[in-house]
């Protein structure tokens, strides 16, 4: 079972004024990051829409967006090698000016590997925006002693960087105290249905204002309950279902992976809201309200709206 926590405004290094690093290479402000990713994305569904290549426009724009995602769990990949080697240095410190210089050094190799992840984040996020505003659709990622007599400034420094860093990826991992799971038939998708699982979502938020949203990634009413918390900036945690590895029970599995977030509330929408659109409830969706219900989670159902009474 993968869990992906994603976030529709993740924290990041202020890079309106750029990291200053290196004088001679500064960061690219925040704005122009913005401008990149909403660009490349404008080029990407100028070239696809209203062409023979607008039914894979999905397709096409998500893997643009994951290829941008990759680039940044590149980054971070060399970003954590560059502590690994950071942290031997410090472990292996002899107190010298030149092992001083060095953690100096890697330091600022450091520094400047999270500037880039944080970077290519705000091209890639810029990019999904674009994506989402053009098409409706929303993106999600599919898959990181010594004495104190002979420390220095530098050893001090650099120690509190990595605790630092470690404490922002931790941070960053962290679902919070009030989630909220959700599950909604793929068929759910008519404007009832957005209409009502908007309701229920906006009611959760007013319960639970820092509440983060917990879900699996499935078509219909979970990617409109997405779409809702990319525009309201609400975390986002995604279960996906491990069809490689549970088959035909992945579905059911990522139920398990969502309650064991421990969430303050479970929304489900098992059947579509529409009349004509016909077919069986959703079977994960109830089975997550039976599970919720069996460990005393408290569940709400999604239901069509009461008939106004005739005058």
Known sequence: MSITF???APQQPDLSGGVDLDPAAPQPTRPALDQLGHSLMTEVLDLVLETA??????TICETFIGGLHAGVQRV???????????ARQLREFDGSEVADTELQS??????????????????????????????????????GSARASVLTAAQLDVRTALQAAERRRMADADPGEFVVAFRASPRATSPEDAGRI??????????WPDMTLALTGADGGERLAARWAQQKRVRLVVARPDFDRHGRAAPFRANEALLALQPICALVLASPL????????????????????????????????APRPSA
């Open 198 to 207: 908007f309701d229920a979502l906006n009611w959760a938020r007013t319960q």
């Open 6 to 8: 994603t976030h529709a």
């Open 106 to 143: 890697s330091r600022q190799a450091v520094d400047a590997a999270d500037a880039a992840v944080a970077a290519l984040e705000r091209v890639r996020d810029a990019a999904a925006a674009t994506y989402a505003s053009a098409t409706g659709e929303c993106w999600t990622p599919w898959r």
């Open 53 to 58: 290549l607008e039914t894979h426009v999905r």
């Open 274 to 305: 529409d009349p004509q659109v016909a077919g069986k409830p959703f079977g994960p969706a109830l089975n997550l309200a039976q599970l919720a219900g069996q460990r005393g989670v408290r569940c709400l159902r999604i239901r069509a709206r």
């Open 76 to 86: 971070e990949r060399q970003a954590d090698q560059a502590r690994d080697a950071l």
